[in-house]
C-alpha cells in the first residue's frame, strides 16, 4: 500500500471574496504523522476540513485515499477519524453511553482499547459529560476518534487544554498508531514542542499559502542561524543572501538563512576573510523567523 | 453615567439586525405616532367598534404601524438581557467600578424607554377621547413597564436554551405575552394601584438582590448544604438505535410536545378569539417544525461517521423530524379540540384547523432544512410570504368561500414543495464550514 | 541508554545518529548488543518513529549495526568497530564548535584557550587518579 493516503493539489479556497488557502500542493503518506503550523487565521482548519470533505475546494483538487474528500464514500469515511477545535460531544450523556453512541457507527469498533486507554488517561466512563472539566472533555473526544483504528486521524488543536502528563500520554498514543507504518496522523497544534517531538513532515502555513512543507529534518538543517565574525570591519555593502533577517555590526553580522548547504558555507567562509559560524534553531525560532 | 449610555447603546445597536430594528422602529413610531395624534378621531378601538369615520383599511394602517412600531421596538432591545445575563455572571463585573449598579440602571433605562414609547403610542390613541387624559399616560407606562419586564426575562430564557426544547418554549411564550399590553390598555380606566404596588415590590426584591449578588453567594452555599436541594438535571438514557436522533438532537420527541401545552395553557388567560387560537396553533406548529433547522450544522459528524451521503442524510433527516412534527401536531390537535369545546367554537374552524397544522408544520420544517447558509434574504422573504398566507387562512378562513380557501391551502402546499425541492437541492451541496461561519455571524452579537 | 532531546536545533535522528557512534566507538556498546526496538525507543523518548527508523537504516548502511529479521538490531560485531582516531575525533565536533564560539565572544586567543584547556586536563587527571587511589 504505497499510495499516499491524502493527495493535494493547487488546493484553493475562498468563503466570497475571503481568500483563505491559495495553491496548496501537499500530500500525507502512510506513516506520516504531518504537523500543521500556522499563526491564527492562517487557514490550518480550513486546510483539515477541506481534508475531511466538509467543504468543497474552490478551485484544485484534494483526494482522500484516492477519491474526492468532498464526496467521501462510506469506505473511506471508516478509515477516517476526527478531532475538531470545538468537542461535539452530547452533554445529557454519560461518557460510556457517548462512546457507545458514536462506536454504534463503526463495524470495527474496539471496546477493548477503549477500557484500556480510559484507565491510562483517567477518564471516569460513568460520569456525564455535561459536569467534565474541558480537558476531560477534550481526552474524550481523542478517544471517540481512535476506538475504529482509523487509517488516517486528523486531529485539529487536540491538546490545548490538557495537562502536561496528558499530553505526554496523547502523544505517546499517536506514536504507537505511526509506528506500524501504515496509518497517518496530521494534526494542526500551537505547541510546537509537541510538533517537534512527533512530526516527520511539517506544512507551514503563511499568508495562504503553503510556505514550506517537508520534512522536519530537513528545515532544521536549512534553516539555520549564521554568525560571521571578521579580521576587521566587514564591507557596508555585505549581505547575506536567501536570509530571513540579517543584521551588521562593525565587524560582526549576523542572518537567518534557509537554504543552507555544507556548500555555500565554504563559499562564504573563503570570499570572506572571516570567520563564519553555523547554528542550529529549534522549530519554534525558525516559526519566528519566518514570520519577522 | 458614560458606562450607562455606552450600555444603552450596545443594547439598540450591538448588532446588525438591532441595527436595523431600531432604524425601523424611529420611523415607524415617529410616523405611527404622528398619525395617531391627527387622526385619532378615525381609529377603531375598543370592545365595541364604531365606525366614527375613515375607511377600515386606514384606521387599520393607523393602528397597525405604531403596534408594529413598539413590538419592533421590544425585539431592538433584545439585546439587553442577553448582555445583561451574560455580564452579571462575569467575574469581570466585580472589578468594574459601581459595575452592578450602572449595569442594572441601563436595563431600567432601557425598561423605561420602550414603557414611554409605548405610552405615547397609547396617549396619541386616546388624545382626543372624551376621557381624563392626565393619568393615561402614566398609566400606560406602568403597564408597559409590568408586562416588558417579565417579557425580557423570557427572551433571556431563550438565548440561555441550550436546544431546540427551551429555544421553542421560549419563543412560544413571548408570543401571547406580546399581546399583553395591548390588552389591559384596551381597557380605558382600569385601577392600576394594586399592579403598581406589586410591581413595585418585586422590582425593588429584584434589584436589591441583584446589588448583593456577590454577598449572596458568600452565604448561600452554606444555606444549600443544609437544606440540601437536589439540582434537577436531565439525564438521558441511551438506547441503542437512537443515534442517530441523539446526535441531532431530537431523541425525545414526546417531551417536546409536552413541553407545548405550558405556554399554549398561559395564552388561554386572554385569548379567546378562535381566530386568534388558529393562528396561534398555527404558530406553533411552524416553530416545532423549525427546529429542524438546528440539525443543519449537526449532521456533520453524522456524515463523517455513518455511510450516508449528503442526499441520503437529508431523507432520513426529514423522515426523523416528520416523526417529531407527528408528536407536536397530535399534541396541538387534541389542545385545539379540547380548547375549542371549551370556547364553543364553530366545527368547520376545526376541519380549517387540521390542514393548517399540517401545512404549519410542513413549512417549518423545509424552511428549516433550507437554512444551510445561515439565513439570506431569499429564504426570509418566502418565509414571510407562506407565514403570511398562513395568517390570511387563519384570521378569515370562516367568511371566505370555499373556493378561495382551497386555493390558498394549495398555494400553500405548492410553497412547501418549492421549499422541500430547494432543501434537498442544497442539501447536495452542504458546505458545513459555511453553515458553521453563518451561524456564527448571526450569534456574533457581544 | 540515549539523551534524545527533541527541541535543540539538531535533528532528533542526527543526535541518534551521533550517540551510536560515539557510544560503539568508545565501547561503551559492545559487538551483539541488543538496541531497542524502533517503537519502543520512540514511545519511550515519545519521538517520531520514523526518526528513529532513518537513523538506524543510516547506521545499518554505515555498517554500525546489523538488521535481524523478527529480532532487534545490534550492534556489528567486526573490525568496522575499530575506527580510526580521526573519526573518533569527529564526534567531538559540536562540542568544539562550542566552545571556539563562546571563546571568540569572550574575546579570548587560540593561545589562551589551549593553555587554560591543557591546565583543566591536567587537573581533571590528576583528580581522577586521586579519587582511584582513595577508594582502593
Not at chain 1, 502512510?30 to 504537523?35: C, K
Not at chain 1, 474526492?68 to 462510506?74: A, E, H, P, Q, V
Not at chain 2, 421596538?73 to 466585580?94: D, E, N, Y
Not at chain 2, 449572596?216 to 448544604?225: G, K, M
Request: proline share 4%; aromatic share 8%.
Amino acid at each position: 500500500m504505497n499510495h499516499p493516503h491524502v493527495v493535494a493539489q493547487q488546493l484553493s479556497k475562498s468563503f466570497g471574496k475571503h481568500e483563505v488557502i491559495r495553491d496548496v500542493t501537499a500530500e500525507v503518506a502512510p506513516g506520516d504523522i504531518v504537523g500543521v503550523l500556522g499563526k491564527n487565521g492562517a487557514g490550518k482548519t480550513t486546510l483539515l476540513e477541506l481534508m475531511l470533505g466538509f467543504t468543497p475546494a474552490t478551485s484544485g483538487a484534494i483526494q482522500i485515499f484516492g477519491r474526492d474528500s468532498f464526496k467521501m464514500t462510506n469506505d473511506t469515511k471508516s478509515r477516517v477519524g476526527f478531532v475538531p477545535q470545538q468537542d461535539e460531544l452530547i452533554n445529557q450523556l454519560t461518557a460510556h453511553d457517548q462512546l457507545r453512541v458514536i462506536g454504534s457507527f463503526y463495524r470495527n469498533w474496539d471496546n477493548a482499547l477503549i477500557q484500556k486507554l480510559s484507565v491510562i488517561w483517567e477518564i471516569d466512563l460513568k460520569e456525564r459529560v455535561r459536569n467534565m472539566s474541558v480537558g476531560q472533555r477534550q481526552k474524550l473526544s481523542i478517544l471517540l476518534s481512535l476506538g475504529h483504528h482509523p487509517d488516517l486521524l486528523v486531529l485539529d488543536e487536540p491538546v490545548a487544554s490538557l495537562d502536561p502528563v496528558a499530553r505526554r500520554q496523547f502523544l505517546e498514543q499517536i506514536i504507537e498508531i505511526a509506528a506500524d507504518g501504515r496509518r497517518a496522523v496530521v494534526f494542526s497544534s500551537h505547541i510546537v514542542s509537541d510538533i517537534e517531538r512527533l512530526a516527520n513532515k511539517i506544512w507551514i502555513l503563511k499568508d495562504q499559502r503553503l510556505f514550506w512543507s517537508g520534512e522536519i529534518d530537513t528545515l532544521k538543517e536549512s534553516v539555520v542561524r549564521i554568525h560571521v565574525r571578521g579580521k576587521g570591519l566587514l564591507p557596508k555593502d555585505f549581505e547575506i543572501p536567501n536570509a530571513y533577517s540579517f543584521s551588521l555590526d562593525g565587524a560582526y553580522a549576523v542572518a537567518v538563512v534557509r537554504d543552507w548547504t555544507p556548500a555555500t558555507h565554504s563559499r562564504l567562509a573563503n570570499g570572506l576573510d572571516a570567520d563564519v559560524e553555523m547554528q542550529s534553531l529549534t522549530l519554534e525560532e525558525i516559526f519566528l523567523e519566518m514570520h519577522r | 453615567m458614560n458606562a450607562v449610555l455606552r450600555l444603552v447603546m450596545v443594547y439598540f445597536t450591538g448588532a446588525r439586525v438591532q441595527r436595523w430594528m431600531s432604524l425601523s422602529t424611529l420611523i415607524l413610531l415617529t410616523f405611527g405616532i404622528l398619525g395617531l395624534w391627527n387622526y385619532s378621531a378615525l381609529v377603531l378601538i375598543g370592545p365595541k367598534s364604531k365606525i366614527s369615520g375613515g375607511s377600515i383599511a386606514f384606521s387599520a394602517l393607523l393602528v397597525m404601524v405604531p403596534i408594529i412600531g413598539v413590538l419592533t421596538l421590544f425585539f431592538s432591545a433584545a439585546l439587553m438581557p442577553i448582555v445583561f445575563g451574560h455580564l452579571a455572571r462575569t467575574k469581570q463585573l466585580h472589578a468594574l467600578p459601581y459595575g452592578r449598579s450602572k449595569l442594572l440602571i441601563s436595563a431600567l433605562l432601557v425598561l423605561g424607554i420602550v414603557a414611554a414609547m409605548f405610552a405615547s403610542v397609547v396617549k396619541a390613541l386616546y388624545v382626543s377621547f372624551p376621557i381624563d387624559q392626565g393619568p393615561v399616560f402614566g398609566k400606560a407606562m406602568v403597564i408597559a413597564a409590568l408586562t416588558f419586564s417579565p417579557m425580557y426575562v423570557f427572551l433571556w430564557l431563550i438565548s440561555r436554551a441550550k436546544g431546540a426544547l427551551g429555544s421553542l418554549g421560549g419563543a412560544m411564550l413571548i408570543i401571547p405575552c406580546l399581546a399583553l399590553p395591548f390588552h389591559f390598555v384596551q381597557i380605558p380606566q382600569p385601577s392600576i394601584r394594586m399592579p403598581l404596588v406589586i410591581g413595585a415590590v418585586i422590582l425593588v426584591a429584584c434589584a436589591a438582590a441583584f446589588l448583593m449578588g456577590p454577598r449572596w453567594r458568600s452565604w448561600a452555599p452554606s444555606v444549600v448544604l443544609k437544606w440540601n436541594i437536589p439540582k434537577p438535571e436531565i439525564r438521558s438514557k441511551y438506547r441503542p438505535g437512537s443515534e442517530f436522533a441523539l446526535l441531532v438532537g431530537v431523541a425525545r420527541p414526546w417531551m417536546l410536545s409536552v413541553g407545548l401545552i405550558f405556554p399554549v395553557a398561559v395564552a388561554t388567560l386572554f385569548v379567546t378569539s378562535a381566530n386568534i387560537w388558529l393562528c396561534y396553533l398555527m404558530l406553533c406548529s411552524v416553530i416545532c417544525g423549525g427546529i429542524s433547522s438546528l440539525s443543519v450544522s449537526r449532521s456533520r459528524s453524522l456524515w463523517l461517521r455513518g455511510p450516508w451521503s449528503r442526499s441520503q442524510l437529508f431523507s432520513r433527516l426529514e423522515a426523523l423530524h416528520w416523526r417529531q412534527n407527528a408528536y407536536c401536531i397530535s399534541v396541538l390537535l387534541v389542545l385545539l379540540v379540547a380548547i375549542g369545546s371549551h370556547l364553543g367554537f364553530r366545527t368547520s374552524l376545526l376541519a380549517i384547523g387540521i390542514p393548517l397544522l399540517l401545512l404549519g408544520a410542513a413549512v417549518g420544517t423545509y424552511l428549516g432544512l433550507m437554512m444551510t447558509r445561515g439565513i439570506g434574504w431569499l429564504d426570509s422573504m418566502s418565509a414571510v410570504g407562506a407565514m403570511l398566507l398562513m395568517l390570511v387562512i387563519a384570521l378569515y378562513a370562516a367568511d371566505m368561500p370555499t373556493a378561495v380557501l382551497v386555493g390558498l391551502d394549495a398555494a400553500v402546499i405548492g410553497l412547501s414543495i418549492t421549499f422541500r425541492a430547494l432543501a434537498q437541492r442544497r442539501w447536495t451541496q452542504l458546505d458545513w464550514v459555511l453553515c458553521r461561519s453563518a451561524a456564527r455571524r448571526e450569534s456574533q452579537s457581544l | 541508554m540515549f539523551t534524545l532531546n527533541p527541541h535543540s536545533g539538531v535533528p532528533i535522528y542526527r543526535q541518534l545518529l551521533d550517540q551510536v557512534r560515539r557510544m560503539v566507538a568508545g565501547g561503551q556498546l559492545a559487538a551483539g548488543t541488543e538496541l531497542p526496538s524502533i517503537r519502543d525507543l520512540a514511545v519511550k523518548h515519545a519521538v517520531n518513529p520514523m526518526t528513529v527508523s532513518k537513523a538506524y537504516s543510516m547506521l545499518e548502511a554505515e555498517g554500525l549495526l546489523e538488521r535481524h529479521r523478527g529480532k532487534p538490531m545490534t550492534v556489528a560485531g567486526r573490525s568496522r568497530i575499530q575506527s580510526l582516531p580521526v573519526k573518533r575525533f569527529q564526534q567531538l565536533d559540536p562540542h568544539i564548535n562550542d566552545l571556539i564560539l563562546a571563546a571568540h565572544q569572550l574575546q579570548l586567543s587560540q593561545a589562551e584557550v589551549i593553555k587554560g584547556l591543557k591546565a583543566k586536563w591536567e587537573s581533571m587527571d590528576e583528580s581522577s587518579t586521586r579519587r582511584r587511589a582513595a577508594v582502593k
